[in-house]
């Protein structure tokens, strides 16, 4: 086996336990300090449910409710790496979703929820790598496939036509069409949203640390 083939080995093994440890979140799961101290969180904020991890293929991607202030600074900063300008719409993270009224768009309860009219907690969101995505499964074109390596879903430019078929299959309508291009765009796992939050509620952990600590 080479060194490459077995630290992906180790890094899709390492991903899978954690998905069977924790599912999405963490509340009421027994987690180490050190797991703890790796995310950046407390026990207390996960027994909360304030924390949110998503396994990626990559790293796991953990986001903090407790320490994000809704600023939309990775929007800002995901668009300027990625596009060259700053507009919130077409960021890969997203906060402006959830800014106004949390999750009370799925609950109805605007009481508990979160948001300005909630109890001002807010969780960004973005590209989940979902096993069978529903993204890559509904291209006519076979635009959307992942990256060798990374396992990431990328959006092959010249290949996509720009139907927005990817958009409308996306539960959470992560993908967006690029007004100048009519090519879609997606999370490629760069990182410049975590790069630019000032609060680090968004943290991208690799596998190899995390499995360190397990």
Request: with cysteine.
């Amino acid at each position: 086996m080479s060194e490459f083939t077995r630290k992906l080995s180790q890094k899709e093994y390492t991903r899978r336990q954690f998905m069977k440890l924790t599912g999405k979140g963490l509340a009421g799961v027994a987690l180490s300090s050190s797991l703890l101290q790796l995310m950046g969180a407390t026990m207390a904020q996960a027994e909360a449910g304030q924390v949110s991890v998503y396994a990626q293929p990559d790293y796991l991607l953990v986001v903090n409710r407790a320490k994000c202030t809704g600023c939309q600074r990775c929007e800002a900063n995901c668009t300027l790496a990625n596009d060259g300008n700053i507009r919130p719409y077409m960021a890969r993270v997203r906060v402006n979703n959830s800014l106004n009224f949390g999750n009370a768009g799925l609950t109805d309860d605007f009481e508990s929820a979160g948001g300005v009219f909630g109890d001002w907690t807010f969780e960004p969101d973005t590209c989940k790598q979902c096993k069978d995505p529903w993204c890559a499964n509904a291209c006519p074109m076979g635009a959307i496939s992942a990256e060798e390596g990374t396992g990431t879903r990328v959006v092959d430019q010249d290949t996509c036509i720009g139907c927005g078929a990817c958009v409308q299959a996306c539960p959470w309508h992560m993908p967006r069409l690029v007004p100048e291009t009519r090519k879609s765009t997606k999370c490629i796992n760069c990182g410049a949203c975590v790069a630019g939050c000032p609060t680090s509620a968004l943290r991208m952990i690799a596998w190899e640390d995390v499995a360190q600590v397990m």
